[in-house]
């Protein structure tokens, strides 16, 4: 039951930044979503939406090698 919440709380932010590499692309072939009233503002969300997703994954996966001595290091937990 752990491992499906553990893949539940990793889907979530992986589809927040798909959405916004879907923003960022629409924003490039100049598709506006309705409620987004300029392009600019849509990319900037879409940014937003895939950083945020694209760290949270990154440093989901970071805690959990670190927390297995699987780091170089200088990252290791001193």
Known sequence: MSRIIALLIMVIPAALAVYG???MRDMTFGF???PIPYLWLQFL???ILFLGG?????GFIFYRDRKRNKVQKRF???
């Not at 694209?54 to 990154?58: E, H, K, P, T, W």
């Open 21 to 23: 590499i879907k923003l």
């Open 32 to 34: 506006l979503h309705y």
């Open 45 to 47: 969300i879409g940014l």
């Open 54 to 58: 694209l760290s949270f994954v990154a």
């Open 76 to 78: 290791s937990k001193k």
